[in-house]
């Protein structure tokens, strides 16, 4: 996260206030939900707690600073989605509802995928460094816990791979802006 700031403070990376307002109260929940899912078993717990402590930082450096792109239709559309989502997730269990709480994350990445795809300015980098992060904690937990494809405990990988799957994007996106 640091390096991502440091980028937003050079001007190298315009982030999407959607995304960072959704993660940011998402990722809150995120944490509680994955906490219970996984039992509150400290190593994984943090792991969960962390990401969500930094994209709060990052948030707020970003809104007291001034630096977010303009929040346009897609933004707004985004933000409105997140927050039935979160409705649905209050309502349902701890395990669908980390199932849920990702799909909201998923849905949040959007409006930062489509400003790199427009020509916004994003490095990689710390895009890279996410998905290695979320690649090795879902090798430990799946080497730890090794959840059953059809057991209660396949949830808590929802939350690494959903990370790998958007970070990933971002990344190759980025990449591929560079090339065209």
Not at 22 to 34: K, L, R
Not at 36 to 60: E, N, R
Not at 103 to 110: D, K, N
Not at 126 to 131: E, H, N, R, S, V
Request: proline share 5%; with cysteine; hydrophobic share 55%.
């Amino acid at each position: 996260m640091a390096i991502y700031i440091r980028q937003i403070a050079t001007g190298d990376s315009v982030p999407n206030p959607a995304t960072w307002l959704v993660m940011s109260v998402v990722g809150v929940i995120n944490a509680i939900t994955y906490g219970v899912t996984i039992h509150w078993d400290l190593w994984p717990t943090l792991v969960g707690a962390v990401p969500a402590v930094g994209i709060i930082i990052t948030f707020l450096f970003s809104y007291l600073r001034g630096k977010f792109s303009p929040l346009g239709t897609r933004e707004k559309w985004v933000i409105g989605i997140a927050m039935a989502s979160v409705v649905v997730w209050r309502t349902v269990g701890a395990d669908v509802g980390n199932i849920v709480v990702q799909i909201i994350f998923l849905v949040a990445f959007w409006p930062t995928a489509a400003q790199i795809i427009r020509g916004r300015k994003e490095k990689s980098l710390p895009w890279d460094l996410a998905l290695v992060a979320y690649t090795l904690m879902a090798v430990s937990l799946f080497l730890d816990k090794r959840p059953s494809l059809f057991s209660r405990e396949i949830a808590m990988m929802a939350y690494p791979f959903s990370r790998i799957l958007m970070n990933g994007t971002i990344a190759v996106l980025c990449r591929l802006k560079k090339v065209v």
